[in-house]
């Protein structure tokens, strides 16, 4: 009875180190919330056929910590990020007074916008003895098509904060989720791309 006792203690503590093991190993997955900011009406109630792109060579953004280590990763996951990122774009086009359609449900001749998502990185730079500084850059790029005009746009927000501790993934979620929210905003705040769908 001894043996047996000691063996399930043996095969729950062994249990229990991979368990920790793998928690130890796993990157930080990003689940941001991205959001547009205040938009003037602009529009007339024109038709624009929305798509949005996941365009970053991988879902990994970062270390923490600029090790190269899988605990240290930061992901953002693209099939969480892009509907988020086309819900915000449809709510946008809709307050600037324009009506977001998919291509099935467009009339000839309607107005296009693809947004896509090309870059996030996050990266630390080393500072004293005390803190460091977490930096990240997004980049969205915008291609409006009307008729036979075409307009392209890129997008780019940074945001560089400085902290004693690692950020927690709730910081890290905070600062992606309004870098990439800062990106779109400037899109639909380009006074050219909007004109290219406002005809």
């Excluded at 529009?43 to 970062?62: A, M």
């Excluded at 509907?83 to 600037?96: D, I, Y």
């Amino acid at each position: 009875m001894h043996k047996l006792r000691t063996t399930c203690m043996s095969v729950a503590l062994i249990a229990t180190a991979a368990l920790l093991s793998a928690c130890g190993t796993s990157p930080q997955r990003l689940y941001v919330n991205p959001q547009v900011g205040e938009m003037g009406v602009v529009g007339h109630g024109q038709q624009v056929v929305v798509d949005v792109l996941d365009e970053r060579p991988s879902e990994r953004i970062g270390s923490r910590d600029g090790a190269t280590n899988a605990s240290s990763y930061l992901v953002v996951p693209t099939g969480d990020l892009t509907p988020k990122l086309e819900a915000q774009t449809v709510s946008a086009l809709r307050r600037m007074g324009f009506v977001p359609v998919s291509a099935e449900q467009a009339n000839q001749g309607a107005a296009e916008l693809t947004i896509s998502l090309t870059e996030l990185a996050y990266g630390v730079k080393r500072g004293g003895l005390i803190t460091d500084t977490a930096t990240l850059n997004g980049v969205i790029k915008a291609v409006a098509v009307s008729g036979k005009q075409r307009y392209t746009g890129s997008y780019t927000a940074t945001r560089d904060q400085g902290y004693a501790l690692k950020p927690s993934q709730e910081k890290n979620t905070e600062m992606v989720s309004e870098v990439i929210g800062d990106a779109l905003t400037r899109a639909f705040q380009d006074t050219t791309l909007i004109r290219q769908l406002d005809q």
